[in-house]
């Protein structure tokens, strides 16, 4: 096991009707209130009124940022910051999935910096304080709601990059599973796909003697893989939908990595993929996962092993390490396609021609991965082999 | 899955050298520490002068509060409030197991409460706020390090109660595994025993529908029966102190009981034993709850067979599910019997003569048990068969 820090202090307010305590837990932080949101469909479940109510209730004023897009921009950013200086904002409230949490994040902090919010992400500036933050979530994938990371994307380099900062955790997050209800199909699969995509960055490593992480680690995931048809079948089933939404936020909520050293190279590969392509962040996990996996079995085929026995229970009936761990991906490719996700970039539409100035540029920003180190040539190859 | 509130803002700093942080930590919330321990065999082990030299280092002025038994006693808190207003302490240090911690916390709480720390117990008083606290950890068992919870006796009324309430969390707490390695087999084995009891409690309940937080729960016990062993053979063997460790505190941080609600009927019952009896906590609940989970199986008869399969990997074989939770149960006795923690009150040398009287005290404090309510009958009858 690795030293490690841990330190979470967003409080969670989960369950059925934990929405309508917004207002109040806002004018905790303060009375003018930012609330941030995508393309609308909250007017059309109804619940941006919901929440517009419990803020006039409590007294808020209540200013928006709204149209903020998947693979969020810089762009959208700054004109929240813009409104936060200008309107004196006290409290920015998050009213959506990870791309609406992230935006929200780095609003909040950068109306609390002197300078261009991007400098976050390219190592120019730091985060030292933020808005007050507080989330109601209505998409269970990225974690946001619950961890210290953001994400976004820059519409003039078509970079996407992370930054990570304990300043980003949100004070609160209201994680109501009925508000998850509407969401569609095909988003309710990336959103799963992300979240294993995360437990996966975090379950295959090289640190020894890790055995409560990892069984932690396999709950998520044997939970996931056990509820996510009943997700499917019933997208208004309560239980299923709080169970999804909980294993979304322990997923990453930095429980999982505490004594170990997470992988990350896919994330990296695919934060560059949808950065440049604009396609989902689960469809490119979903497409990317499964060759990563193939490319580094031989160095730690018994975590593979293990993944294979443990979560998708497959028998060892005498069957070597590299072996069994080959059918554990196997069952994972599978797996994604059942659930509905894509398994090639050409099914979402992607050619070989920008391939290789991505593999370059993923390649340029430094180390990437701890199982492997991927020069320009592995990320180059498992982009290929993904075709 | 019930709705629930989560937050814990305690930090964490875990692995091999973090006591040597101990210093600079308390710095940043204040001058003068109080150091709270025990019996002095931080002293034998070299600890006390480690932490001493830190806290010298870092410009710390030091007063102490030694002492503190296990089933810490209100009269040692008493001194130790005494000691804060007379001294302006600014930080309470905790450097113990969890009578260590639990004095602690009732001390910081108590030095900013106007009146006596008793208080908080009998529901007189509530603490609003504390002294900051910190803690190294000693001693893998009650979660004290990372949760909102002090257990303390009245040493004029033998009564044993627990207070819960979210000032009492620690700021920040050290766990240095190899501060663990010279903990005596006996208490390492009641430390287990308290950390498994812990998830028995949360673990056997009647909430429908808590696919991931059993996972949770099943994973830390496993990881538990697995670590045991090793610790025990080898009491310096780094990896397995450190698992031990952790698994103490995610056994109670409220992580696990989040979205369930836990029955602890055989805690309330073990604290009146260990308030009159003085026998070690980890030593009544060993006793105590393979009778409070026969006593209450067919209520929850597949929750028990859920716990033999997937914990104690016993085979349904066609059993049925109050077959296989007997075998469950039954496995439990003998692995307590295996690691060295009694099973019988009469092993350490208490009879029948007080038990009615416990019984009485015990429903008296109003409703205990939530997979059943116990009754004075059903309390006493529990005792009983423990003989």
């Known amino acids: 096991m690795q030293n ?31 609330l941030v949101y995508g393309g609308g469909s909250i007017k059309v479940t109804g619940l941006y009124e919901r929440v517009i109510v419990r803020l006039q209730e409590a007294g808020c004023s209540i200013f928006e940022l709204s149209g903020v897009q998947p693979n969020p921009r810089i762009s959208k950013v700054r004109e929240g910051v813009d409104i936060c200086r200008r309107e004196d904002i006290e409290v920015v409230l998050a009213v959506g999935g990870g791309s609406v949490i992230d935006t929200a994040k780095i609003v909040a902090a950068g109306a609390r910096y002197d300078g261009d919010a991007w400098d ?86 090289k640190t020894p003697e890790t055995p409560l992480q990892d069984r932690l680690s396999e709950g998520i995931m044997k939970t996931i893989i056990e509820y996510t048809p009943k997700v499917l079948a019933n997208p208004t089933d309560y239980d299923a ?67 294979a026995e443990r979560v998708w229970e497959i028998p060892r009936n005498g069957r070597n390490d590299l072996e069994l761990g080959k059918m554990g991906i196997a069952r994972t490719r599978e797996w994604f396609r059942e659930i509905g996700a894509p398994l090639t970039l050409r099914e979402v539409g992607i050619g070989e021609d920008r391939l290789e100035e991505m593999a370059e540029r993923v390649a340029q920003r430094g180390p990437i991965g701890v199982v492997k180190v991927l020069t320009k040539e592995d990320i180059l190859t498992i982009y290929r082999r993904s075709l």
């Open 4 to 34: 490690f820090e841990y330190w979470n202090p967003t409080r969670i307010l989960f369950g059925r009707g934990t929405t309508d305590r917004v207002g109040w837990e806002c004018r905790k932080y303060g009375e003018r209130v930012l």
């Open 120 to 205: 976050f992400f390219t190592g120019k500036g730091v985060p030292k304080e933020k808005l007050p933050l507080g989330v109601v979530l209505t998409l269970a994938a990225t974690g946001s709601e619950m961890n210290r990371n953001a994400v976004i994307t820059n519409d003039e380099t078509g970079e996407k990059l992370v930054v990570k900062n304990p300043v980003l955790f949100p004070d609160f997050s209201i994680l109501d599973p009925e508000n998850t209800f509407t969401v569609p199909r095909e988003h309710t699969v990336y959103g799963i796909v992300d979240m294993m995509a995360h437990v996966f960055e975090q379950y295959f490593h």
């Open 241 to 307: 939908r709080a169970t999804i939404m909980w294993c979304g936020t322990l997923a990453l909520n930095h429980l999982i990595e505490a004594g170990v050293v997470g992988d990350w190279a896919t994330h990296r590969m695919e934060l560059e993929l949808s950065g440049v392509y604009d396609i989902p962040h689960g469809a490119g996990l979903a497409i990317l996962f499964p060759q990563w996996m193939e490319y580094v079995l031989p160095l730690i085929p018994q975590r593979f092993a293990q993944f």
